[in-house]
């Protein structure tokens, strides 16, 4: 079954410190909060901010091709220093924050050499699982050494739900780890698609995903069971928008009433790359693209009910 989109958003690439265009989304539990407050004649909350980056693929390396592996380890400073002057609330990168090495023990010290930069985010910090995280690595490493416990979970900030997903997985529902797999075969297992289902359904708040590889095309970069996924996102009338990475490029898709925002990578080519999503309590949301990263124009959308 091919993948259908209804729209076609556009998406705006400048080279820039900032580049100011937004993604917007009207959450119906974000209305009726803003209206509670202008009767009690409250002022309204602080926006919510995260910061976000993805494909870092730190390595000591040689570059190869637009990959620069050594140089990200400075893109990473630079971004978290901007998160920290911009006050995000939270950051997450959104998979593959380091590249393959020819040992587990080369990569745990890439790892530890990188994670040492990201902590100095002083807000919580968020690790998706990408697929060259868990080439080597087993995912109980990578993740003990993020400080970590789990690979998909979810959690409420704001008055808003997020959730990270995990689709680092074989077809056969073994988990990715110790060069057990290959990076086009990716997967998110049932118990994962149920657990999903469960969590969207507990939850009354607008919801954002993120996730590594795409939910949103049918290719060697889309997760197999992206269908099924987006039906469960779809069902809930919960979920806002996707952010994922794995591609390397960035792309925005609306598939049946949900952005699928892909950001590129942090690794490629000479400039920098990261971004600033903004959510505001009556459900609007903004991403603001610096350097490599796009930006995109306004678009109106409505949560559906269940």
Not at 25 to 53: E, F, K, Y
Not at 118 to 139: D, E, F, I, S, W
Not at 160 to 172: E, G, N, S, Y
Request: charged share 25%; hydrophobic share 35%; proline share 5%.
């Amino acid at each position: 079954m091919a993948d259908q989109m209804t729209t076609n958003p556009r998406i705006v690439t400048r080279r820039a410190v900032l580049q100011h265009a937004s993604l917007l989304a009207a959450g119906v539990a974000g209305v009726t909060a803003c209206s509670q407050r202008r009767r009690n004649n409250l002022p309204p909350p602080s926006p919510l901010r995260i910061g976000l980056v993805t494909d870092v693929h730190y390595a000591e390396k040689e570059s190869a091709g637009n990959r620069q592996y050594r140089g990200s380890l400075a893109r990473l400073s630079s971004a978290v220093a901007h998160f920290n002057e911009l006050k995000a609330d939270f950051v997450v990168e959104l998979g593959d924050f380091i590249d393959a090495a020819p040992s587990a023990d080369q990569e745990l010290v890439w790892l530890k050499r990188i994670e040492s930069v990201y902590v100095q985010a002083r807000c919580p910090r968020h690790h998706v699982l990408g697929n060259h995280c868990v080439q080597t690595l087993t995912k109980e490493q990578f993740l003990s050494k993020c400080g970590a416990n789990r690979s998909y979970y979810s959690f409420d900030v704001g008055g808003f739900h997020f959730v990270i997903l995990d689709a680092c997985f074989r077809q056969d529902g073994q988990p990715y780890g110790n060069k057990n797999s290959e990076w086009t075969d990716s997967n998110i297992p049932p118990k994962e698609l149920e657990w999903l289902g469960a969590d969207l359904k507990a939850t009354s708040r607008p919801t954002v995903v993120f996730v590594h590889q795409r939910l949103d095309v049918d290719s060697q970069y889309g997760v197999k069971q992206r269908i099924d996924v987006r039906k469960i996102l779809e069902a809930s009338g919960k979920v806002l928008a996707v952010f994922q990475g794995h591609n390397h490029l960035n792309d925005l898709k609306e598939i049946n009433g949900i952005r699928y925002c892909t950001l590129t990578a942090m690794v490629e080519g000479e400039d920098n790359a990261h971004g600033l999503l903004t959510l505001h309590e009556n459900g609007s949301i903004r991403l603001d693209g610096y350097g490599r990263q796009a930006s995109v124009e306004p678009a109106p959308m409505r949560l559906r009910g269940p």
